[in-house]
């Protein structure tokens, strides 16, 4: 049964890059869109965006412009890059499985990263 | 982007109870409607999946109805490991988008 494990740091400091990872374990990187969501303390789900086997991206228009998603096949896993952050960044950062139209599953354990000076 | 509107945000409810938690899309994503539950300090857990489809090993207790923008998760007799934060996510056009989140409370 696929697993999704993050890794990464758990504190930034402000301007600063969030940089996470998303390994994918015993399952195949093919035929999904592998995505990242967050959830700052307290609130709900934002998805932050998507990235497939051949590197096709979505972004969350939102977000847009400190975004970016990539994937390494050889590595089965895929990464989130987050520039600039500030405090309205800090959040649980998970990541998911999900495929056209469907739901997610399985999400990786989340991570807490915090911004802060 | 599709707003989805979860009602309500929270509710108190007994074991034993049927729970009803509502969501609505601001336009049609016809059968594009999953549900999920969130335990704290837990990733969120996809329960149905386009409307009314039980992922394995979702007790049967849980269920799902609508179509086009109106959207219903029933639970039946609620037990105690329900109590948790329930979440819509509509899955028919990018970007996807969450409901805000209903909190079952006892």
């Known amino acids: 049964q696929v697993q999704l494990q993050q890794w990464g740091p758990g504190l930034l400091k402000p301007s600063e890059t969030l940089s996470l990872t998303c390994g994918v374990f015993d399952g195949s990187l093919s035929g999904y869109f592998w995505t990242w969501i967050r959830q700052p303390p307290g609130k709900g789900l934002e998805w932050i965006g998507e990235?497939?086997?051949?590197?096709?991206?979505h972004y969350n228009p939102s977000l847009d412009s400190h975004i970016t998603i990539s994937i390494d096949t050889s590595k089965n896993h895929f990464s989130l890059n987050l520039t600039s952050v500030t405090a309205a960044d800090t959040a649980v950062y998970y990541c998911a499985r999900g495929r056209y139209g469907s739901g997610l599953s399985p999400w990786g354990q989340g991570i807490l990263v915090t911004v802060s000076s | 982007d599709i707003q989805m509107t979860q009602s309500p945000s929270s509710l108190s409810a007994s074991v034993g109870d049927r729970v009803t938690i509502t969501c609505r899309a601001s336009?049609?994503?016809?059968?594009?409607l999953n549900w999920y539950q969130q335990k704290p300090g837990k990733p969120p857990k996809l329960l149905i999946e386009a409307v009314s489809n039980l992922q394995s090993g979702v007790p049967s207790r849980f269920s799902g109805s609508g179509s086009a923008t109106d959207f219903t998760l029933t639970i039946n007799s609620l037990q105690p490991e329900d109590f948790a934060t329930y979440y819509c996510h509509q899955s028919y056009i990018t970007p996807p988008v969450f409901g805000q989140g209903t909190k079952v409370e006892i």
């Open positions: 336009q049609s994503i016809s059968i594009y």
């Open positions: 990235v497939n086997y051949s590197g096709s991206t």
